[in-house]
């Protein structure tokens, strides 16, 4: 299971922090990643991470801004949100493999 | 950087038609690859994982295969509740741009 925190709202320029507890298996074992869907959108992959950690990769509109980050000893993916603009409003989700949590809603806006 | 494209954009059916659309990934993903449904004003639904796993629920009109770089989803029989887009997605990776299957 999957469970995402810490969205809301926030003005650009602005940062977030999400976070995703997981239970029932080992994030440290596991290629995990954030999603987003904007309103009216597709998904869209963000960011994902390696199971040691040694590998990370973003989606180029976040490259410089996010950072994907995990903390084994509290089985929990985050995801470090800076400079947020208008076009990251999205609800994002943490992801292994097809799995998803419920996901958190960030709305960057005046 | 993996990429994933899919064919066609947009697909128009009828009730009854069977379906399939395609999939391919900039390099070989082996089978870690995974298809979903979209409806307006809902989140994504994950229908297949592995290439050909159905999820739990998911109906059996549903199916999935390939590897490597090509990969097809398939319905083998349209019903209306299926008119929606499809995406694929390498776990963990990039997703397809979708493909709308609209109602002919």
């Known amino acids: 299971q999957l469970v995402e925190s810490g969205g809301g709202l926030v003005q650009p320029g602005g940062s977030l922090r999400l976070s995703c507890a997981a239970s029932g298996f080992t994030l440290s074992n596991s290629w995990m990643s954030w999603v987003r869907q904007a309103p009216g959108r597709g998904p869209e992959w963000v960011a994902n991470?390696?199971?040691?950690?040694?590998?990370?990769s973003y989606v180029d509109s976040v490259k410089g801004r996010f950072t994907i980050s995990r903390d084994n000893v509290e089985n929990s993916l985050y995801l470090q949100m800076n400079s947020l603009r208008a076009e990251d409003t999205a609800v994002y989700y943490c992801?292994?493999?097809?799995?998803w949590g419920q996901g958190t809603l960030v709305t960057v806006s005046t | 950087d993996i990429q994933m494209t899919q064919s066609p954009s947009t697909l128009s059916a009828s009730v009854g038609d069977r379906v399939t659309i395609t999939c391919r990934a900039s390099q070989s993903i082996s089978s870690w690859l995974a298809w979903y449904q979209l409806k307006p004003g809902k989140a994504p639904k994950a229908l297949i994982y592995k290439a050909s796993i159905l999820q739990s629920g998911v109906p059996s009109r549903f199916s999935g295969s390939g590897s490597g770089t090509e990969f097809t989803l398939t319905i083998s029989s349209l019903q209306p509740d299926d008119f929606a887009t499809y995406y694929c997605q390498a776990h963990n990776n990039p997703f397809g741009g979708g493909t709308k299957v609209e109602i002919k």
């Open positions: 991470m390696n199971p040691d950690g040694s590998e990370r």
């Open positions: 992801a292994r493999d097809s799995n």
